[in-house]
């Protein structure tokens, strides 16, 4: 059992303090929850429609390219045209040699 | 037509122009010693392109035609590589031989065995090429 801090000390701790804080900036930072922002397969940005679709110019009923990204269990990210051409021949991931398994799509 | 491939390559070679590997130059030089060439498909980046050495090669892993024993060529081979990966991968395969997976069983067997041999034949067979 440890015994309790008598009053008399925590005015002594008060009158030492060194220094008060005044202000403090918070700071955030960002980035994309995947490894790469570049497909590695066309080396287009996956946000961008993937150079199949931007030579075929493939359009949407909105007329927005439909090209989404595909995050495998590795957190590779790819276009899925590109990938699900890859897979055909080969079910590992490009960059890492993983066996692929998607974990997410979307944009 | 401008095609996905064609598309793509146009990439390779802007990046080979901007950040070449050391000792690959991504223009036409007239110093060439060894000459090759590649074929690259359709499918291309999906299926690797066919480089092949038209010059005659004495090298352990270069067959008599010209082909070149390299993994990421043949079932190694992934998308993500471009057309500098490829050259950098070549380079380093001439400068450093696999002996153990021949191509050129002759070449294997001096490069390990009597390597003054090996060089000679080398040498004999880089000034035929500028002689052709």
């Known amino acids: 059992m440890s015994e309790e801090p008598e009053p008399m000390d925590t ?3 008060k009158s030492e303090k060194m220094f008060t ?6 700071v955030a930072m960002w980035s994309w929850d995947v490894e790469c922002d570049t497909c590695a397969i066309c080396r287009v940005q996956v946000m961008d429609a993937c150079l199949r679709c931007q030579a075929e110019s493939k359009k949407d009923y909105y007329g927005k390219q439909d090209c989404v990204v595909v995050w495998g269990e590795c ?3 790819f276009h899925y045209c590109c990938m699900s051409l890859w897979v055909k021949q080969n079910n590992r991931c490009p960059l890492c040699q993983q066996e692929w398994s998607i974990q997410r799509m979307g944009k | 037509m401008s095609t996905p491939a064609r598309r793509r390559l146009m990439r390779d070679f802007k990046r080979l122009q901007e950040d070449p590997p050391t000792g690959v130059s991504g223009a036409p030089t007239d110093n060439n010693i060894m000459i090759w060439n590649a074929v690259i ?6 299926k690797p392109p066919t480089v092949r050495f038209v ?3 004495f090298h352990p892993n270069v067959y008599a035609d010209g082909g070149i024993c390299l993994d990421i060529l043949q079932n190694r081979w992934s998308p ?3 057309v500098s990966a490829i050259l950098t991968s070549i380079q380093s395969l001439l400068s450093d031989p696999n002996p153990n ?3 050129n069983s002759m070449a294997a067997q001096l490069y390990k065995e009597n390597r003054r041999e090996y060089e000679k034949r080398v040498k004999a067979c ?3 090429s500028f002689i052709d």
């Open chain 2, 126 to 128: 880089v000034e035929q």
């Open chain 1, 75 to 77: 957190n590779h990210s």
């Open chain 1, 11 to 13: 005015d002594n701790q």
């Open chain 2, 80 to 82: 993500t590589y471009d």
């Open chain 1, 21 to 26: 804080l005044k202000k403090w900036n918070a």
């Open chain 2, 101 to 103: 997976s021949p191509a």
């Open chain 2, 41 to 46: 498909f359709e499918e291309y980046p999906n």
């Open chain 2, 55 to 57: 010059s005659h090669m």
